[in-house]
């Protein structure tokens, strides 16, 4: 599960790392992106160059108990909601690090962590969407985050709720093109370009208290 995270890269990086094409200047650093928020994700254009643009993050879809915001890769291929999302709307969803919270034996208070890609300073989460129409929003775009079965050392921190043992899918750069491709509709294929990452492959920080991550300018309430 990745229902709260962090972009801190500047825009310009951002531009350059993806060579983005088109993209809006009222970017900003967001330190703690929660579900249902405006959040920025990357598409192709219709020159098939990347571009910038901007979805709401999860939604409470009116079948659901709550706030919708990921995407069980082992369920998209069937998925009412997600199959055609999947077959042709599919995004990345940039990313610095995410929060994650572990239950603690005999602590009524989680512990709250900062988890991040080492070898990435952004990482390009893949994600899929849909034009939803809300009776009080109207029409909007949602954008979910894929996710997958969690490493060990993400089972011992996303310990405990329904979704538990989860964790986001990852996208290797090179494969970011084919991923955008629209005429790519291949579920074999699709599932081929997604992966779990190893522990090795993460940075693990834990936080003593909500708002201890000294990069945060605001507490993260859980």
């Not at 992106?33 to 994700?41: A, F, N, R």
């Not at 996303?158 to 090179?174: E, I, T, Y």
């Not at 291949?186 to 990069?215: A, H, W, Y």
Request: glycine share 4%; with cysteine; charged share 35%.
């Amino acid at each position: 599960m990745c229902g709260r995270y962090a972009l801190i890269a500047a825009l310009e990086r951002l531009r350059d790392d993806m060579e983005l094409d088109e993209y809006f200047d009222n970017y900003s650093k967001r330190y703690n992106i929660l579900p249902t928020s405006e959040v920025p994700i990357i598409l192709k254009n219709e020159k098939l160059k990347l571009r910038l643009d901007s979805m709401r993050f999860g939604w409470k879809f009116p079948w659901g108990s709550g706030v919708t915001m990921n995407a069980r890769k082992e369920n998209l291929t069937t998925s009412k909601l997600w199959k055609r999302s999947y077959q042709n709307k599919r995004c990345l969803i940039p990313i610095s690090y995410f929060y994650e919270w572990q239950e603690l034996p005999g602590n009524k208070n989680k512990l709250p962590w900062k988890i991040s890609f080492k070898k990435n300073e952004i990482a390009y989460l893949p994600g899929i969407w849909v034009n939803w129409k809300d009776e009080k929003a109207g029409e909007i775009r949602v954008c979910e985050i894929i996710t997958t079965e969690a490493n060990e050392k993400m089972k011992e921190i996303h310990n405990s709720g329904g979704n538990k043992w989860r964790q986001p899918a990852f996208l290797d750069k090179k494969k970011v093109m084919a991923w955008l491709d629209e005429k790519e509709t291949d579920f074999e294929r699709l599932n081929s370009l997604t992966r779990q990452t190893t522990e090795k492959e993460m940075e693990f920080v834990p936080l003593e208290k909500i708002g201890d991550d000294k990069t945060n300018s605001e507490p993260i309430q859980k």
